[in-house]
């Protein structure tokens, strides 16, 4: 009865009512608050997570599980903006991506973008969207459908959609919190982006630094090495924080750091310094600044120039002997009048006195030395293609001895042991006597001088001719043996080079060497070389017998 009482006097002064709208309100601010916090603690953990070297996948995904506890929510989509399209990128699941097709321009998300705000369409404005939204509903049955335009100040980022499959109602708050989101999605989207930009320019320049075939290297204001490329390390074994000046402690002069003018002038420093192995090189020294015009350290850069600078050599002495067969045909021309007298005058002489005349014995020797000379006056001219040769067959023992009989008796008397090992019968070769007589002169006076200049007391020259096969092909062989000076390794390559000697001023041309080599080749042949430094050194003409050859006349 009491009971009753009370709870008739509660419900006439509206006490329980009260406490059940308290209640209720309680419950509906907890939930909010519990709603709200967990809507923090996605953009929380949104920004807390967010690297730039992580998937954008896995973003997505933790995004979509935060946002299944407060949203009915089934799927993301993320469309990116380039070149004025949108293009669907991400998916989570990812499976939806083979589902979907590009947004078309009149589609609800381009709306949402235009429009700058968020769209949600549901189920029953089917009838206004496109068939790019009528293939969503129906491939991925959704019901609601939420586009979040992504903006970057004024600039287009994408778009982010949220599907679900049941009918969701949205209030303001919760378009406020996606706008939150999406705000916040865009940043991290527009951070990688610039991230994989800065990396992407970053990898470009130092394949960049890597490729180039020059030396670079990034000193620091203490001369200290920061970076180098390969070629710099190949060529320098240069290492990361060794000073600079290590590089030019191997220099023969003094003060030809660029570096130095550099740090003290502010700008670009030249030297062409001389390396190791004799190498020559170029030597730039640029300052670097930074933003506010400091000067934070510098680029060397340097460039082997040897190649070039011997080129530019080569092609200076290719103008010396074109000026050198000019002045060789002109000398001819003006010795082929006297020659031709004292040949001429000779022979009327010898006529005038017997064999057996010691008189005509001289005179027979200068009619040889005069017929010598118009033969060499005839290679002159040759040389300097003002004559045509005239090609034969010829003997290459014949060329050795009649070669002896001018300048045998000249190495002999230098105290050389000269020994003639001539194979008999060998075959003939088409070509040029007098031309392969130059040969053997050259390479017998070469021999001869290598003697002199190793100050021997057994001086040795051998002269041998033979006949070889070599790869299915017959060569005639003419070898000079001494056991001279020899030639160092290093000038090997260099010994037919025009102009090049090793002997002492006025005492060599450079030109022999250069010369034969020419002629051999001309005659479809080579010389070949080996050599020891001071043991001494064998140079072997090699003269083709039954294969083709190049036109003498090309020389």
Request: proline letters at 2%.
């Amino acid at each position: 009865m009491i009971e009753e009482q009370k709870e008739r006097i509660a419900q006439l002064t509206g006490v329980k009512s009260s406490k059940q709208s308290y209640y209720t309100q309680l419950k509906e601010t907890v939930q909010q608050m519990k709603k709200k916090n967990m809507q923090l603690e996605i953009i929380n953990d949104m920004m807390k997570s967010f690297k730039v070297d992580r998937s954008i996948d896995d973003m997505l995904k933790n995004i979509l599980h935060k946002l299944q506890e407060i949203i009915f929510i089934d799927y993301l989509l993320l469309f990116l903006y380039d070149n004025q399209h949108l293009t669907l990128t991400n998916s989570y699941p990812e499976s939806l991506s083979l589902k979907i097709a590009n947004p078309v321009k009149q589609s609800l998300i381009w709306q949402a973008i235009k429009n700058k705000k968020v769209l949600i369409n549901s189920f029953s404005t089917i009838n206004e969207a496109t068939d790019f939204e009528r293939d969503i509903y129906q491939n991925i049955e959704t019901s609601t459908f939420v586009t979040l335009p992504l903006f970057n100040n004024e600039t287009i980022i994408g778009a982010l959609c949220l599907g679900s499959k049941q009918e969701t109602k949205y209030e303001e708050s919760d378009i406020d919190f996606l706008q939150q989101l999406a705000d916040q999605l865009t940043v991290c989207i527009e951070n990688t982006r610039l991230y994989h930009i800065v990396l992407q320019r970053k990898k470009e320049w130092e394949e960049t630094f890597r490729a180039v075939d020059d030396m670079l290297i990034v000193v620091d204001l203490t001369g200290s090495i920061l970076r180098f490329n390969e070629s710099a390390e190949s060529f320098l074994n240069i290492k990361e924080n060794q000073p600079c000046s290590i590089i030019f402690t191997n220099i023969d002069h003094e003060n030809q750091n660029p570096l130095t003018e550099t740090y003290q002038t502010r700008k670009t420093a030249y030297r062409q310094l001389h390396f190791h192995d004799d190498r020559i090189c170029d030597v730039y020294s640029y300052p670097v600044f930074n933003e506010e015009n400091t000067m934070y350290g510098a680029i060397l850069y340097i460039k082997d120039v040897t190649d070039k600078l011997q080129m530019e050599a080569q092609l200076m002495h290719s103008g010396k002997l074109a000026a050198l067969g000019e002045m060789a045909a002109g000398v001819a021309h003006e010795l082929n009048s006297p020659l031709t007298a004292i040949l001429g005058n000779s022979q009327i002489l010898m006529r005038e006195f017997h064999k057996d005349n010691s008189s005509y014995n001289l005179l027979h020797d200068i009619k040889q030395c005069g017929i010598r000379c118009k033969k060499i006056i005839q290679n002159l001219l040759t040389f300097s293609r003002q004559e045509e040769l005239r090609v034969e067959k010829c003997s290459i023992n014949q060329a050795v001895e009649q070669v002896l009989s001018l300048v045998g008796y000249q190495i002999r008397r230098n105290e050389i042991d000269l020994s003639i090992q001539l194979t008999e019968e060998l075959p003939f070769f088409q070509g040029n006597l007098q031309q392969i007589e130059q040969i053997v002169i050259n390479l017998l006076l070469n021999a001869k001088d290598s003697l002199e200049m190793s100050k021997k007391t057994n001086k040795k020259i051998i002269i041998k001719t033979t006949f070889q096969k070599r790869n299915d092909y017959k060569w005639l062989v003419l070898s000079v043996k001494d056991n001279g000076i020899g030639i160092v390794d290093k000038h090997l390559s260099e010994i037919f080079h025009p102009f090049f000697t090793t002997k002492e001023a006025m005492k060599g041309t450079g030109l022999g060497l250069s010369v034969s080599l020419g002629i051999a080749k001309a005659h479809g042949g080579t010389i070949e070389v080996k050599s020891t430094y001071q043991r001494g050194s064998i140079f072997s003409l090699l003269l083709p017998l039954d294969h083709e050859t190049d036109s003498i006349n090309q020389y």
